[in-house]
């Protein structure tokens, strides 16, 4: 499964929209990417997933390019209740039940 | 909405003794699983379940045990706590036919071996 990199934490306001990028360089041909929410003493709750050009849903949209080597996650105008941390996945796309949690990325809204 | 619960949100024990963390779900999943979550090492899967009585290794099963006796339920055993399994536990289910990686996770034990 192809690691990922992901910046450790991204400040913001509210109201602005968030964009968080993650790296993945080594994908393979049939892995999907996936992105996670976490809230403090909270399990993860899934937001979105895609394999390449655009995804949107109620809550994000998930930008990949051509090359997949990247994705970027857009949270349009966010709030207070946006703050937590982020995980970006890479999973095999027949094999749903293993993928590489990272580190994730905090991000920080202040009013 | 599909809802997971863990038995417990915090718990100390002792070295030595044999710890259970129950882990049930009421949305008929038939994937479960297990992952401890550390500081600075994200989620790691240390075993799931495919159904019933089906259970397979994950990266880091080494001093835990499952149980799958129930569709809804999902045992996690230590059979001897060491102070190195101190950790957040997390429990989530899957279900299967579909093409998502969506876990649903319950809120986790926080768990402390002294």
């Known amino acids: 499964l192809a690691k990922t990199t992901q910046p450790i934490s991204m400040d913001s306001y509210e109201g602005q929209e968030v964009n968080i990028t993650c790296s993945h360089n080594?994908?393979?041909?049939?892995?999907?990417i996936t992105w996670y929410q976490q809230f403090p003493s909270q399990g993860p709750r899934f937001i979105i997933q895609?394999?390449?050009t655009k995804v949107t849903n109620e809550v994000a949209s998930l930008f990949i390019p051509a090359d997949r080597k990247s994705s970027t996650l857009s949270l349009p105008r966010v709030s207070l209740s946006d703050t937590a941390v982020y995980y970006c996945?890479?999973?095999?796309?027949?094999?749903?039940?293993?993928?590489?949690f990272g580190s994730g990325t905090k991000l920080n809204v202040k009013p | 909405d599909v809802k997971v619960t863990q038995s417990s949100r915090y718990l100390v024990k002792r070295t030595g003794e044999k710890v259970f963390l129950e882990c049930v779900q009421d949305?008929?999943?038939?994937?479960m699983f297990w992952y401890r979550q550390d500081p600075g090492l994200g989620l790691r899967l240390i075993y799931f379940?495919?159904?019933?009585?089906?259970?397979e290794k994950g990266d880091i099963p080494e001093g835990y045990s499952v149980s799958r006796e129930k569709k809804e339920r999902f045992s996690l055993i230590l059979e001897s706590a060491s102070t190195n399994q101190t950790s957040m536990y997390l429990c989530?289910?899957?279900?299967?036919?579909?093409?998502?990686?969506?876990?649903?996770f319950g809120p986790g034990t926080r768990l402390t071996v002294t």
């Open positions: 379940s495919y159904d019933v009585k089906m259970k």
């Open positions: 080594n994908i393979a041909t049939n892995d999907y």
């Open positions: 895609g394999y390449k």
């Open positions: 996945l890479v999973g095999r796309r027949y094999n749903f039940n293993k993928f590489y």
């Open positions: 949305m008929d999943h038939e994937n």
């Open positions: 989530a289910s899957r279900q299967v036919g579909l093409i998502t990686y969506e876990q649903y």
